[in-house]
């Protein structure tokens, strides 16, 4: 029988695809889009001399970025004409990312919403460099700055997120376990229990992009958001499910009505008490639950 004849650029790309996808989503917030960018960036690879590349992995990662930063920009204005909040899009991962807790954290619906509030080319920095720990000459081929623009932008980028970013962590453990208790409370509907585990100023989003009904905006405070949660995924009586699932690197609950996905809640705890409820409705935006997505660094 004939053996296959390698191909190594073919080889190279799959070698470093997860990383690639992983670059794309955390700057896009969008599998699918993460996945366009990755069949740009495979276009443009296969007319590349693979003599002339000295690292194809930085080389690769450049190309993505590149292609990322202009899926940014172009994403940006399609937001502005999004039918309510706009969330996004959560990945089913893998059990391992949660045991490399920088990643878990940096793929995590609440960072990705943080990393939101940044432009884009400060979004690409602080990825590129606090994520994946490249160095300013690498990041700044990637973006078009000089060196010294991009240790600004780092540091611009750095203090933004910090100050942005979860407060008070405490272990994956107690998470889970708040986690847990907020399942047992929307299964019994048990208000009070619901009121115990979130903090007085939590703030929800619902994101049904005008195809499901949703949260119009953000609702904010323990009350609300304790009646929201037990009429809205109260299971008694109900051909209801709310089952725990691992969504972006962290614990997350995943509802089905009549057996169908309906949607998928994550959570931003700080200080050991859910602070941010994000629910994602949209249909475009659940396929990614179907299956496992493998994120790397």
Same mark, same amino acid.
């Given at each position: 029988?004939?053996?296959?004849? &390698? ?15 992983t ?7 969008? *599998? ?28 690769l ?8 930063l ?7 204005? +399609? ?5 309510? &909040?706009? @969330?996004?899009?959560?990945? @089913?991962?893998?059990?391992?990312? *949660? ?7 940096? $793929? ?8 939101? %509030?940044?432009? &884009?080319?400060? +979004?690409?920095?602080?990825?590129? +460099?606090? $994520?994946?720990?490249?160095?300013y ?6 973006? !078009?700055? %000089? ?16 100050a942005?970013?979860?407060r !008070? ?5 107690e ?10 409370? $929307? ?12 903090? &007085?100023?939590? $703030?929800t989003?619902?994101d !049904? !992009?005008?195809v ?6 953000p ?5 609300k958001v304790?009646?929201? *949660? ?5 299971? #008694? ?11 972006? #690197?962290?614990s #997350? ?18 200080? #050991? ?5 994000y ?12 299956r496992? %997505?493998?994120?790397?660094?």
């Open positions: 029988m004939r053996m296959a004849t &390698p191909d190594p650029a073919t080889d190279a790309f799959v070698a470093h695809r997860n990383l690639l996808f670059v794309a989503y955390e700057m896009l917030g969008s *599998a699918t889009d993460a996945e366009d960018v990755l069949q740009e960036t495979w276009l443009r690879w296969t007319t590349v001399d693979l003599e002339t590349v000295r690292d194809q992995r930085a080389f990662v450049r190309v993505v970025t590149r292609q990322a202009d899926r940014l920009r172009a994403l940006g204005r +399609r937001k502005e004409s999004y039918v309510g &909040p706009w @969330l996004p899009e959560p990945l @089913l991962t893998t059990p391992d990312v *949660a045991e490399d807790v920088e990643l878990a954290d940096s $793929v995590s619906m609440a960072m990705l919403l943080v990393m939101e %509030t940044l432009t &884009p080319t400060e +979004r690409a920095v602080f990825v590129l +460099r606090e $994520v994946f720990g490249l160095d000459d690498e990041i700044a081929e990637a973006v !078009g700055k %000089t060196a010294a623009a991009v240790r600004q932008i780092a540091h611009r980028a750095r203090d933004h997120v910090a942005r970013r979860p !008070g962590t405490v272990s994956r453990a998470n889970q376990a708040v986690l847990h208790a907020f399942q047992r409370a $929307v299964e019994t509907g048990d208000l009070q229990r619901l009121l115990d585990v979130m903090a &007085p100023d939590i $703030v989003l619902s !049904g !992009g005008g499901r009904h949703a949260l119009p905006r609702i904010v405070g323990a009350g304790a009646r929201l *949660a037990a009429r809205r995924w109260f299971t #008694g009586g109900l051909p209801r499910s709310v089952e725990p699932i691992q969504v972006n #690197g962290g #997350g609950l995943l509802v089905r009505v009549g057996g169908e996905i309906d949607s998928v809640l994550t959570f931003r705890f700080d200080d #050991g008490l859910i602070s941010g409820l629910v994602v409705r949209n249909p475009e935006k659940l396929v990614w639950l179907e496992e %997505t493998a994120v790397s660094r």
